[in-house]
């Protein structure tokens, strides 16, 4: 390098000062179960003019399987599998108003998929499976054991203290959230904690009764103050944009559910309907009725194909793609490919996921309806033509679009009747105003 062209400023500009401190959020109260009262409320109180920073938040918890056997009080035979995110049904986050910001529906079912799509097997087993439970790579069958309740009716057994990312748009930590700008009470994070049955896979199904509690639970973070300059030049900020406020773009998640009915063969249509100004990409994924209320089935960690041979979806009256996706044992790269371009992973070398070609429970797809697998079926709904999408951010905008459907073509008739989750991905406008007041667009 040229000495001569290397220049140094005689005024640079000054960081903005801040402090810097981890904050523990903790529930109202220090016990649930989701057979009394199963919804857990978080308060967020945080300091005058302070901001939050998501980006290394945490949820912890401690979990006690109370399972028992009612005849034998055996601790191995009621041995339960489960992950810290299979235990939370939905996630509500309210403003200081106590109005509706955002909710996820489904919530272990959609981090379950997430992880499997964008999770890399070394994250897994080195963080993953130490931090949260589960296994050590994407089979839900390698989870570690915690023993049941020495009991012949419920009591506390062995317990587990699990940590975890919470996958929202609000906590997300794309952006230091100004929550200390809010007026009125403390705006709080909600979690429905699932069903017993469908959050704990149980080792022996005759005499056993699932059940479970958790306590101890915090959320963590990193809670930013600034100096008065910055506070000052940022309320100034909020004041020009008015009754609209200054907002932050993030990603959420929109669930529907379909069903296919026993017996059923051919062309189906599962109808659904979901409306958001900026829709990115929507998953389908089918599981068995019958397993997802199955205390001896994973019933969040595999899914099955439904001998699902062809799929499209149609919105508006056009079909997407405009050439169905055909899937077989011997032809499935297509429709992984779709998958994988949902969550931008074909290029991204950094990235990794738990899928296998062919090991049990964490193969991609299989025809044959009662094998186990991560089958999920992808539309990429990104819209970057401003001149006629301008009112979005960077989806399809569906807030128009009346009812929409996936289309399954099944080689065989269902054994049984399936439930066809279907997620949208969308971007999420948070707004903060002037007068206190934190809102979302979607």
Same mark, same amino acid.
């Given at each position: 390098? %040229?000495?001569?062209? $290397?220049?140094?400023?005689?005024?640079?500009?000054?960081? /903005?000062?801040?402090?810097?401190?981890?904050?523990?959020?903790?529930?109202?109260?220090?016990?649930?179960?989701?057979?009394?009262?199963?919804?857990?409320?978080?308060?967020?109180?945080?300091?005058?003019?302070?901001?939050?920073?998501?980006?290394?938040?945490?949820?912890?918890?401690?979990?006690?399987?109370?399972?028992?056997?009612?005849?034998?009080?055996?601790?191995?035979?009621?041995?339960?599998?489960?992950?810290?995110?299979?235990?939370?049904?939905?996630?509500?986050?309210?403003?200081?108003?106590?109005?509706?910001?955002?909710?996820?529906?489904?919530? %272990?079912?959609?981090?379950?998929?997430?992880?499997?799509?964008?999770?890399?097997?070394?994250?897994?087993?080195? $963080?993953?499976?130490?931090?949260?439970? =589960?296994?050590?790579?994407?089979?839900?069958?390698?989870?570690?054991?915690?023993?049941?309740?020495?009991?012949?009716?419920?009591?506390?057994?062995?317990?587990?203290?699990?940590?975890?990312?919470?996958?929202?748009?609000?906590?997300?930590?794309?952006?230091?959230?100004?929550?200390?700008?809010?007026?009125?009470?403390?705006?709080?994070?909600?979690?429905?904690?699932?069903?017993?049955?469908? @959050?704990?896979?149980?080792?022996?199904?005759?005499?056993?009764?699932?059940?479970?509690?958790?306590?101890?639970? +915090?959320?963590?973070?990193?809670?930013?103050? *600034?100096?008065?300059?910055?506070?000052?030049?940022?309320?100034?900020?909020?004041?020009?944009?008015?009754?609209?406020?200054?907002?932050?773009?993030?990603?959420?998640?929109?669930?529907? +559910?379909?069903?296919?009915?026993? =017996?059923?063969?051919?062309?189906?249509?599962?109808? *659904?309907?979901?409306?958001?100004?900026?829709?990115?990409?929507?998953?389908?994924?089918?599981?068995?009725?019958?397993?997802?209320?199955?205390?001896?089935?994973?019933?969040? =960690?595999?899914?099955?194909?439904?001998?699902?041979?062809?799929?499209?979806?149609?919105?508006?009256?056009?079909?997407?793609?405009?050439?169905?996706?055909?899937?077989?044992?011997?032809?499935?790269? +297509?429709?992984? @490919?779709?998958?994988?371009?949902?969550?931008?992973?074909?290029?991204?070398?950094?990235?990794?996921?738990?899928?296998?070609?062919?090991?049990?429970?964490?193969?991609?797809?299989?025809?044959?309806?009662?094998?186990?697998?991560?089958?999920?079926?992808?539309?990429?709904?990104?819209?970057?033509?401003? @001149?006629?999408?301008?009112? /979005?951010?960077?989806?399809?905008?569906?807030?128009?679009? =009346?009812?929409?459907?996936?289309?399954?073509?099944?080689?065989?008739?269902?054994?049984?009747?399936?439930?066809?989750?279907?997620?949208?991905?969308?971007?999420?406008?948070?707004?903060?105003?002037?007068?206190?007041?934190?809102?979302?667009?979607?």
């Amino acid at each position: 390098m %040229n000495p001569d062209s $290397v220049k140094f400023s005689s005024s640079p500009v000054e960081a /903005t000062s801040a402090e810097a401190e981890l904050v523990v959020f903790r529930s109202e109260l220090n016990s649930y179960n989701p057979s009394s009262n199963k919804f857990i409320r978080v308060n967020l109180p945080v300091a005058d003019k302070a901001w939050i920073d998501w980006s290394d938040s945490v949820v912890s918890l401690k979990f006690t399987n109370r399972s028992y056997d009612d005849t034998s009080a055996s601790t191995s035979e009621t041995a339960v599998k489960t992950q810290l995110s299979n235990l939370i049904k939905s996630v509500t986050i309210l403003n200081s108003q106590g109005e509706q910001v955002e909710y996820i529906n489904n919530y %272990n079912l959609i981090s379950n998929l997430m992880d499997d799509y964008t999770m890399g097997s070394n994250h897994k087993v080195g $963080v993953e499976q130490i931090l949260a439970g =589960g296994s050590a790579d994407g089979d839900p069958n390698g989870a570690f054991e915690i023993a049941g309740a020495n009991a012949t009716s419920e009591a506390d057994g062995s317990s587990l203290v699990m940590v975890d990312r919470l996958m929202t748009g609000f906590t997300s930590g794309q952006y230091l959230l100004p929550l200390g700008y809010l007026i009125g009470q403390a705006p709080a994070i909600i979690l429905e904690l699932e069903d017993p049955a469908t @959050a704990l896979k149980i080792n022996t199904d005759a005499n056993t009764h699932a059940h479970y509690a958790v306590s101890e639970v +915090q959320i963590r973070a990193k809670q930013i103050r *600034f100096n008065s300059a910055f506070n000052a030049n940022f309320e100034a900020t909020m004041a020009s944009a008015g009754e609209v406020g200054v907002n932050y773009i993030t990603e959420s998640y929109l669930h529907n +559910q379909g069903s296919l009915n026993s =017996g059923v063969s051919g062309q189906q249509t599962v109808p *659904f309907s979901t409306n958001p100004r900026s829709a990115k990409y929507i998953l389908a994924c089918m599981r068995l009725e019958a397993d997802i209320l199955n205390k001896i089935k994973f019933s969040l =960690g595999v899914r099955h194909s439904a001998s699902t041979s062809q799929y499209s979806w149609e919105i508006s009256g056009k079909l997407y793609p405009n050439q169905p996706i055909d899937i077989s044992n011997t032809n499935y790269s +297509q429709a992984y @490919a779709n998958v994988l371009d949902c969550f931008g992973q074909i290029g991204n070398l950094n990235h990794n996921t738990l899928i296998t070609r062919s090991t049990a429970n964490t193969l991609f797809y299989s025809n044959t309806q009662s094998t186990s697998s991560k089958f999920l079926a992808g539309l990429v709904l990104e819209d970057f033509n401003s @001149a006629t999408n301008s009112s /979005t951010y960077s989806g399809a905008n569906l807030s128009t679009v =009346g009812q929409m459907s996936f289309r399954p073509k099944l080689d065989s008739a269902l054994s049984g009747a399936y439930r066809v989750d279907m997620i949208t991905s969308i971007d999420m406008s948070i707004h903060f105003t002037l007068d206190g007041r934190m809102y979302s667009v979607r």
